[in-house]
């Protein structure tokens, strides 16, 4: 097989959530492939860290501070996008929050703010990104999803309704857009282990859960992500649209 069909090479990638955790490994698998990646986070230092790192790999890196709940600001780093580049090539929306509560505990506001981050946020960051990508005939669009979408564990009632919208906006995208040229298809990770889940990572129990119930019998490792990442935007996939692959250790898979 011809590799260049996995090169990300002249390619401008924006990655939200992307100064740690999984965002931070796809971010590092898109530069490998060759791609410009625009990093994105809110912690300024940190991903000034992140664009360092990659830049010093001989890796192309820019950094935008924003909140992807904020309209003005996910507009506004839009419009600097367009100024400086022009163009934009592939979209990742990784940006996630989680939050855990009894759903007669849950407050209103927490899960309003859960839905804006995780899902409202994407087909916003979406809308903007295919406004540039129109010009050009192409585009990949990749929505991070999770296998807390088709599925579900308690507690996180507010989680699985957001990822399960993200499977339903990926559909619905990759349907309207695709005549156009351009593609979108969603990750549905399982458990891995990243900051969001140190406290269950350090748990022994869920530990031992997460081991009995995925087929691997062990937690994803972040880096595990990137090549689905960076299939889905490249050529390779230029032919797969509205699909979710799942980078689970099995985990959909077992009843």
């Known amino acids: 097989m011809n590799s260049s069909l996995f090169s990300l090479e002249n390619q401008i990638v924006l990655i939200t959530g992307s100064s740690r955790g999984l965002g931070w490994s796809m971010a590092k698998a898109v530069a490998e492939a060759g791609a410009s ?150 990750i549905a990770p399982g458990f891995f282990a990243t900051e969001m889940n140190t406290a269950l990572v350090n748990d022994s129990e869920f530990t031992a859960f997460v081991s009995g119930r995925t087929p691997m019998q062990r937690w994803g490792d972040p880096d595990e992500l990137g090549g689905a990442a960076v299939f889905l935007l490249s050529k390779a996939a230029s032919y797969v649209n509205g699909n979710v692959i799942f980078v689970d250790g099995g985990l959909a898979c077992q009843v």
Not at 135 to 162: D, E, F
């Open 37 to 186: 990646v625009l990093l994105h986070g809110r912690d300024e230092n940190l991903l000034k860290e992140r664009q360092q790192h990659l830049q010093e790999l001989g890796h192309n890196a820019e950094h935008y501070i924003f909140d992807v709940a904020n309209d003005e600001e996910v507009l506004a780093a839009f419009g600097k996008i367009r100024e400086q580049h022009g163009k934009l090539d592939g979209l990742i929306n990784n940006a996630g929050i989680q939050h855990r509560r009894p759903l007669t505990e849950f407050e209103l506001e927490d899960f309003d703010r859960v839905l804006d981050v995780n899902l409202r946020a994407s087909w916003l960051l979406s809308r903007e990104a295919v406004r540039l990508m129109q010009g050009q005939g192409s585009g990949s669009i990749v929505n991070i999803a999770s296998i807390m979408g088709p599925q579900a564990r308690k507690t996180i009632s507010a989680y699985t309704t957001s990822k399960a919208g993200v499977v339903g906006l990926t559909k619905a995208l990759a349907v309207e857009l695709g005549p156009q040229g351009i593609r979108c298809n969603g």
